[in-house]
């Protein structure tokens, strides 16, 4: 089956407004956002801006019947779509770009919008992000319910994606077992970190590695693998221990195939620090290849949510409609991903503000990833 660009998607999308008063396409005020997005633009204010400077390029792509809308128009316009509609069109369209792609590692993590007060566990609109870490992709969101956290929206997350072949991994705020069924269900594997949140299954992996050392790993099918790392004024070794097969574990936790152990010791001016952190996976691979993707699951905070917040001022934003704020972060996020696809040289703020410069360059963005 063809793969369809965005554009097409978004003429799907149900428009939750009164005939009436649709002076401007649905699809032509989502293409605007995007657009601008990618430019940089962190506002309603800013993204009418960038369409009035481009209308003429703009005409080329959309309808645009009644030229440009207003800042408020896209305001009311972000607040009457529901979100969860919006963030499951983006992620069918992204899905189908990373399905081209081969392996999915999918790193699943929440951010709260700290501009946006919201009636969740942190007080603020609070959204989880799938996140397709070698490709750099968002695969879909989820916004987490009021007066709600993050474990229950999770697993809806997780309904939305293609997870046949991929791998999921998720801090351990997501070691459920529902969570675990529903990755399993899919057709995916996992990799979940295990902490006191999972009291009885964290002593059983504990358990596991202090049998093994006690008996010097005889008869343990096991691997190890060991780094040094010096950078940034800090000494780091890790050690990893990867137990295939393990005995105790219960039987809830679907389908385990290894149990990991990482010990790290670190040296930052002159203070030593020693930690030791647990993992369950479904997955069967060697200690490399697991200190690997442990590593790559914090591309979410390091390619995402720090540029979220860095460059395009998302904790800034003082959006105040749950909707609103949400549907903006499902564009920001988008725009992240796009910036990221191009492998020029530059961080993601000088593409963007490439992309503001020169159309070209913007085109390039956008057709070269099936967005018209």
């Not at 645009?64 to 969860?84: E, Q, W």
């Not at 968002?138 to 293609?162: D, F, R």
């Not at 990799?191 to 999972?198: E, F, H, P, S």
Request: include cysteine.
């Amino acid at each position: 089956m063809a793969r369809r660009s965005l554009a097409e998607h978004f003429a799907e999308l149900p428009d939750p407004r009164m005939m009436r008063t649709r002076r401007h396409r649905l699809d032509d005020i989502l293409m605007i956002a995007l657009c601008a997005m990618i430019c940089g633009a962190k506002s309603f204010e800013a993204i009418e801006a960038f369409a009035e400077g481009r209308q003429d390029w703009l005409k080329g792509f959309l309808k645009l019947p009644n030229g440009i809308p207003s800042h408020d128009t896209i305001y009311r316009v972000f607040c009457a779509l529901d979100a969860k509609v919006s963030a499951a069109c983006f992620g069918r369209w992204m899905n189908e770009l990373s399905e081209t792609l081969g392996f999915k590692h999918i790193a699943i993590d929440g951010k709260s919008l700290r501009g946006a007060k919201g009636n969740t566990f942190t007080g603020c609109v609070h959204l989880v992000s799938a996140w397709a870490t070698e490709h750099g992709l968002l695969l879909g969101q989820e916004s987490v319910e009021e007066k709600s956290n993050e474990i229950p929206a999770i697993p809806v997350l997780l309904k939305t994606l293609h997870l046949k072949g991929a791998l999921v991994t998720i801090a351990a705020a997501g070691c459920q077992t529902e969570i675990v069924e529903t990755i399993r269900d899919g057709g995916g594997d996992y990799l979940l970190a295990v902490k006191g949140n999972q009291p009885t299954l964290e002593a059983a992996v504990e358990k596991v590695f202090a049998d093994a050392c006690a008996t010097d790993f005889e008869g343990v099918s096991f691997t190890q693998h060991s780094t040094i790392d010096d950078r940034h004024g800090r000494h780091e070794e890790r050690c990893i221990t990867v137990i295939e097969n393990p005995l105790g574990i219960p039987a809830d936790w679907w389908n385990l195939a290894a149990v990991i152990q990482i010990n790290r010791e670190r040296c930052v001016n002159g203070k030593n620090l020693s930690t030791t952190h647990y993992y369950i996976t479904s997955l069967k691979g060697s200690s490399k290849v697991m200190a690997h993707l442990i590593r790559r699951h914090w591309a979410i905070e390091n390619e995402l949510h720090w540029v979220l917040n860095v460059s395009f001022g998302e904790d800034a934003n003082r959006t105040c409609d749950r909707n609103a704020s949400a549907n903006l972060g499902i564009v920001r996020r988008t725009a992240i991903a796009l910036l990221k696809q191009d492998d020029s040289k530059g961080s993601k703020p000088l593409k963007a503000f490439r992309a503001a410069l020169n159309l070209e360059y913007l085109e390039m963005i956008l057709l070269g990833n099936m967005v018209f």
